[in-house]
């Protein structure tokens, strides 16, 4: 069975950094693209970073130039670099495996408040 775990979530000062991580296990090869989304309280849930089998990245307006993805195919692992973070990214992430099938992980809650 496909699973994805999220880890790396917390709280963190405005312009602050985190660095998110996702692991896949189980049979992921059907899978075509593994990203990010988040869900702030009273929205819905939006994309946040994506990027596909063959390494093609897609980010929300909103992030680029300040979150990075990064991936670690060896450990069926992704990671987020979170940098100047501001208040409005708050939100709870997820990790989203998507293919024949969508993934998604319990989510990991992302707080920037001074």
């Known amino acids: 069975q496909v699973q994805v775990v999220e880890s790396g979530g917390g709280r963190v000062s405005p312009g602050g950094s985190l660095t998110l991580s996702c692991v896949a296990s189980g049979n992921i090869f059907n899978f075509y693209t593994m990203g990010w989304y988040r869900q702030a309280p009273g929205k819905q849930r939006e994309l946040v970073a994506a990027?596909?089998?063959?390494?093609?990245?897609n980010y929300a307006d909103a992030v680029k130039g300040r979150f990075t993805l990064s991936r670690d195919d060896a450990k069926n692992t992704l990671h987020l670099q979170m940098n100047d973070l501001k208040a409005e990214d708050t939100a709870v992430y997820y990790c989203?495996?998507?293919?024949?099938?969508?993934?998604w992980g319990q989510g990991t809650q992302v707080t920037v408040s001074s």
């Open positions: 990027i596909t089998h063959i390494g093609l990245t």
């Open positions: 989203n495996l998507a293919g024949s099938t969508i993934i």
